[in-house]
């Protein structure tokens, strides 16, 4: 590939075996648009049905996209693609770290790197513009990833970016991360990482990336996609009454108002009225410290970070001085999730301590436990990890599964008397494999095999699994009715789905959503009213199948899918009508490659119906609707006494799902009773050798 | 701005300006603020060598000819809502409707109407009941009090029946119109705003 | 503003001086000075002997603020597709990334207290202080940098660079950087009077300021991070 625009035209593939790196063409990929999509291409090919995710022959993908560096807004994504550690059948997954990964990879002339093998002993891979090598691991190995991450910039510059793993990582914990910047992680792939001995790569970039448009013409739409975008999750309503705004939401993420500062800046920052026509307010719309956790955090809060070339922060930059007296660094950061799972394995609350009232200690015992996780590369499982926790001590599991001198020597009282320190004994034990109790890192479903948990675990609305699978709720059935709920069954994780959310949740009133639902899917019944379902219909199978598809379209240009797409806006004047058009078009102006809107899904149909059809292969069933696409029972039953689809009920009903999964099936064209991809929609798509190679293992449907 | 701006431009000056700074304008303030308006120019013109001499601004303004200049000839964007003591302007350029109404139900200073028909509001537009929390914060800025008398008042008189309460399990307390939404429906979504919404970033 | 950053860079002390200065300098020998005024610098010769260069002084200049800024290097990539025609932050006239993660210092064994992502996450950005005595451009020896006749902004012409690097190693900031890919060196040149990077700022964390404002920023004793009490740098 050569006078490449958006791409570099280049990745790279190191083989830790042999320490051999080489340099391979992503013209070959472009079918598959850039990240994720590449990287499925690159696992069907080349990583065997029945490899251990931990194998020499398991491969892992860090993926950029065309769009990454290149500044389009909410650019700086890398996607991540490997096979699941935590699921059952080790199926391929993705997981996503944002930060300045992926711009600096860019800078450096690479779209991809591809690693394979194992490394004989601890490496970290140094990518110096074109100069790439495997260093030494031995001095790092062992180390926290703060450590880490700074030992390699002093070796490589203060510019260096570092994806890194922790202690987590390189104990090949089921749920452990691979990390960049202050707080940017990537779940359920650090043990990927730890059992090839990669600590860490490490990218320094002085190049470019080039575009095809006129530079005005790419101002011009940057200055347009400014004026659509909104707050985190596209919220495009304000939390207060302002007068600019025709509605307001006191849940939403556009928390920004007068009187309300990012308290810890010197001087103190006002977030302010923020009119969506001031574009430089843009980037204080979003209050996630006070969001996320109280008004205890506002005078904490130094300012509010996140990725590359996005005028979204949505990290909280927080100053906490109490963190000193457990040796801790006082400086943390994260968003929402980071912060949520060590509260909530503190399950019974952080109670006041030392003149700290609960407020107070809430906000200093989660920073200390995201400093934690963050410093060991421990992954939460979207939450799932502290609802476990909950369970397994109420439930007596924790004292029948650990030997007895175990039990004892763990902190207990603390957890149950809401002292966060419980969280510096817990992520030690667990992060480093101490006796058994680390086992509640292998993920929830292999964790009930080894502790032989059963209906009360599974069934359970307050333990929140979505599926057999062993995946927690994340945007599913709370998410837009039976839209959110069956997104949720397609994936092997937690759907990490926003693209129904950032509409959905967008806090306009229902009405003028519906009619953009309408608009977009072809009726307004595509989206009921909150808690106020009605039946499955063919418009929701349209939303799911779109909803899909522009996650996978995301995480292959690739942009924050907790950002895009633009499906609504601020403006009044607009009717508030965001553009969906706006992915194909910077990918048209960035690479010069012409796409539609429709032409653009039409590709990540493509990488969607690959990653299908990868599920299928690993599981070695064309039976995905009832192997892989079910719900846990509560699903159906959480509200025994309310009728499902009346007002005041989420509820799902099972033959409404079914109705439901055989709509999207037809959607994609694949098999209406299995959910399995048929020989023709393969072909049709170019995956030809897919549905040859599918057909040789009798994994095509009838 | 010339010196000889009429009643009427002054009188959309103002509400504009009020409007700029998030207030409504009343009536019964215009008077006293063409007339300040007016002397600024006088003295501006005054200082000025140049200028022509003004003509005589006459008898001041009555606030029935500001309000009658103004339904008769006032531009596009100046609105006006009639509260009980007299009408109330704002101009859209910088200011919504739904605020503006927000700020004229403050100014009537009647906390059982602006309550009730908030909740009416939001259960009808939305839709969802609203947070009595939000009614303590602006525009609203009730005291605690204020809010707990009118939600009595409320409570007692009958144009106001369909207006009920409910909490979520973390004691957050709301407020809607059976009107619009059902209390299993009000319910829920105060339970998702308050609770479920947290528990689903 | 933020307090003042001791970033020194011990290696590259040329003197930048002030308008005051410069007046001081050329004092009553400016009869045909501005003779070569359009190309807004000038040689001429001192009182005392000395043959210096005179520089007409720019319009204002781009101030960072640390305290505002987000990191989210918009800047950068708004600087070079409007002035490259690409996105780069290395070639970038403002400099944010090199310091997002440690800071100007780099890194230490106090990184965890010190400025940057890594640290108190305070972020400091560099710009161009448009030194109204610019060691760019008396160390260009092709006369590639002049000041521009609208804006006064120090500006680079690729025609005459020879990419030999001697405007970058006589920055006290290295703001003037090679382009790697052009072999051309580039610096800010204040977007002809409309600077991209302060207009795509999406928390205002980046102005411009008329002369005496930014001089009094970049080099008084307020002076803001991003610029720095550099040993030699008077106001």
Known sequence: ?702 | ?201 | MGTTNDAARPENEAKTQSRRDFLKITGAGLAGAFAAAALGCVSVETRDGRKVKAWRTSTGAIVHDPNLCVGCRRCETACTIRNDGKASAYVSRIKVSRNLNYGPEGVTAAYAVADGQLGNFRLVGETCRQCSHPACGDACPVGAITADKKTGARVVDARRCVGCGACADACPWGIATVDPETRKSTKCLLCDGDPNCTKNCPTGAIAFYPWEEAEALLFGSDANSGASAVSGATA
């Not at chain 1, 992926?102 to 002339?109: Q, T």
């Open chain 2, 1 to 201: 701005m010339t010196d000889n701006q009429s009643t009427l431009e002054l009188s959309c000056g103002a509400i504009r300006a009020a409007s700029a700074d998030g207030r409504l304008c009343a009536l019964g303030d215009l008077p006293a603020l063409v007339a300040e308006a007016q002397a600024s120019a006088a003295a501006r013109a005054a200082a000025d060598p140049r200028a022509a001499p003004t003509k005589d601004a006459g008898a001041p303004t009555t606030a029935a000819s500001i309000e009658a200049a103004l339904s008769a000839d006032a531009p596009d964007d100046i609105k006006m809502m009639r509260g009980k003591d007299g009408p109330y302007y704002f101009s859209e350029l910088s200011m919504t409707a739904a605020y503006a109404k927000h700020l004229f139900r403050v100014a009537e200073k009647d906390p059982p109407r602006l309550v009730a028909e908030t909740a009416r509001d939001e259960s009808r537009i939305y839709p969802r009941p609203a947070s009595l929390g939000s009614l303590l914060e602006p525009p609203f800025s009730l005291s605690a009090d204020e809010l707990a008398r009118a939600l009595a008042e409320i409570a007692e008189r009958p144009e106001y029946a369909d207006i009920r309460r409910c909490a979520a399990s973390n004691g957050d307390e709301y407020v809607y119109s059976d009107a619009h939404l059902s209390p299993a429906h009000a319910e829920s979504l105060a339970e998702w705003a308050s609770v479920g919404e947290k528990d689903n970033p």
């Open chain 1, 1 to 702: 590939m050569s006078a490449t625009y958006g791409y570099t035209g280049k990745f790279l593939r190191v083989n830790l075996s042999t320490g051999e790196i080489s340099t391979d063409d992503t013209a070959k990929y472009l079918d598959f648009i850039g990240g994720e999509g590449m990287a499925m291409k690159i696992m069907w090919d080349e990583v065997p049905a029945g490899t251990h995710p931990f194998a020499p022959e398991n491969k892992i993908v860090f993926g950029t996209g065309p769009l990454c560096g290149s500044g389009v807004p909410c650019s700086g994504r890398t996607n991540i693609t490997s096979l699941l550690p935590s699921n059952p059948y080790h199926a391929v997954s993705s997981s996503h770290m944002g930060g300045y990964f992926a711009v600096e990879l860019k800078y450096a002339g690479w779209d991809l790197i591809v690693l394979e093998g194992k490394s004989p002993k601890p490496v970290w891979l140094r990518i110096e513009d074109g100069k790439v090598r495997l260093e030494d691991a031995r001095w790092i190995w062992g180390k926290g990833i703060f450590d880490t991450m700074a030992m390699i910039g002093s070796q490589m510059g203060k510019e260096a970016q570092v994806a890194a793993i922790g202690q987590a990582g390189e104990n090949q914990l089921n749920l452990a991360v691979i990390r960049t910047g202050s707080s940017h992680s990537a779940g359920g792939h650090g043990g990927v990482m730890g059992a090839k001995n990669l600590k860490a790569i490490a990218v320094r970039g002085t190049g470019s990336v080039k575009v095809a448009a006129d530079r005005q013409a790419l101002m011009d739409a940057d200055k347009y996609m400014m004026s659509l975008i909104g707050a985190n999750n596209q919220m495009v309503v304000p939390s207060s009454p302002l007068p600019w705004a025709e509605f307001h939401n006191p849940t939403s993420r556009w928390n920004a108002k007068p009187g309300l500062f990012w308290g810890a800046a010197n001087p103190p920052v006002e977030t302010g009225e923020c009119d969506p026509r001031d574009m430089q307010s843009v980037g204080k719309r979003t209050f996630k410290a006070v969001f996320d956790l109280g008004a205890a955090a506002e005078k904490r809060t130094v300012r509010m970070g996140g990725c590359a070339h996005c005028p979204i922060r949505c990290h909280s930059q927080l100053k906490v001085d109490e963190l000193a007296k457990y040796g801790m660094d006082t400086y943390v950061s994260n968003t929402c999730m980071g912060y949520f799972s060590p509260r909530g394995i503190m399950y019974k609350g952080i109670k006041a301590f030392d003149g700290y009232d609960a407020a107070d200690a809430a906000v200093i015992g989660t920073a200390l436990g995201a400093k934690l996780a963050d410093d060991y590369g421990m992954w939460c499982n979207y939450g799932q990890i502290g609802r476990d926790v909950k369970f397994l001590y109420e439930s007596g599991t924790f004292k029948r599964v650990l030997p007895a001198e175990e039990y004892a020597s763990i902190p207990w009282d603390k957890l149950q008397a809401g002292d966060a320190t419980f969280l510096i004994d817990f992520y030690d034990r667990v992060a480093n494999k101490k006796g058994e109790i680390w086992h509640i890192a292998d993920g929830a479903y292999w964790l009930a095999e080894r502790w032989g948990l059963g209906k009360e675990y599974w069934d359970s609305k307050d333990v929140k699994l979505w599926s057999p699978l062993g995946f927690p709720v994340h945007h599913s059935n709370e998410a837009g009715a039976q839209v959110g709920a069956l997104i949720s069954c397609f994936m092997n994780r937690d759907a990490q789905n926003h693209s129904h959310m950032n509409f959905i949740g967008s806090k306009l009133p229902v009405e003028i959503q519906r009619e953009i639902a309408g608009e977009i899917f072809g009726s307004p019944d595509a989206l009921d009213v909150p808690n106020n379902y009605t039946r499955m219909n063919e418009y929701k199978a349209r939303f799911v199948k779109w909803s899909l598809n522009r996650s996978r379209l995301h995480d292959s240009l690739t942009l924050c899918n907790w950002m895009w797409p633009m499906s609504v806006s601020p403006l009044k004047e607009r009717n508030y009508r965001g553009d969906t058009g706006l992915e194909a078009k910077f990918y048209s102006l960035v690479t010069g490659i012409q796409k539609t809107e429709a032409e653009l899904d039409r590709d990540s149909e493509r990488v969607f119906t690959l990653f299908r059809a990868l599920t299928v292969r690993s599981m070695g069933t064309v039976d995905m609707r009832n192997a892989h696409d079910q719900t846990v029972a509560w699903v159906t039953k959480q509200d025994a006494g309310k009728p499902q689809f009346t007002p005041g009920t989420i509820q799902m009903e099972q033959e409404d799902l079914e109705l439901g999964r055989s709509m999207v099936y037809k959607a994609y064209g694949w098999d209406e009773k299995t959910g399995a991809p048929t020989k023709a929609t393969l072909e049709s798509l170019g995956l030809g050798e897919v549905a040859a190679e599918l057909g040789a293992k009798g994994l095509l449907p009838a």
